[in-house]
């Protein structure tokens, strides 16, 4: 059965807004699944955006929260831990650092690492999101490229 065209840009929506995969994995899957190139681009780029505000003002107070559980509290330690790893590119470079780190498009970095780091390192949102928002359109422009590139050398359409 084939999918509506809507439902398949949602699901590029979607698994745009998803930790870790984000807009790397978005892009080559609308494109696979048919979709036009500059929809796939905007729906991914809009989807990787928005989880950053809401991470840059409350992830703090969350993980505050979920630390208090036996079970999360290792867990948040660790992506804390992992987070201020990362800060240090951008603590020396600030928000030149943070435009690096989200568009380099390799496991570990991205939109909501971006992000992660911002919120710890104390970076206000005004600063920081424009930073983490020219990472991601890098980031989507790499992906883009790789993507058409992978569907050309392995004769797919798209």
Do not use: C
């Not at 870790?20 to 978005?26: H, I, K, N, Q």
């Not at 955006?49 to 992830?59: E, M």
């Not at 929260?65 to 290792?74: D, K």
């Amino acid at each position: 059965m084939v999918t509506p065209e809507w439902e398949q840009l949602f699901h590029t929506f979607v698994i745009s807004m998803a930790p870790v995969v984000e807009l790397r994995g978005a892009i080559p899957y609308g494109l696979a699944q048919g979709l036009p190139f500059w929809t796939v681009f905007f729906v991914a780029f809009l989807g990787n955006l928005i989880p950053v505000p809401f991470i840059i003002l409350f992830i703090r107070q969350i993980f505050a929260f979920l630390r208090r559980s036996s079970t999360l509290g290792p867990l948040i330690a660790r992506l804390e831990r992992k987070a201020h790893l990362k800060g240090r590119l951008v603590n020396r470079y600030k928000t030149m650092g943070l435009f690096v780190l989200v568009a380099i498009p390799l496991p570990g970095t991205g939109a909501w690492t971006g992000a992660l780091v911002a919120a710890f390192l104390d970076i206000r949102l005004r600063r920081s999101f424009p930073a983490i928002a020219l990472g991601v359109l890098v980031a989507g422009i790499l992906v883009s490229a790789i993507s058409y590139s992978a569907f050309w050398a392995f004769g797919m359409q798209s």
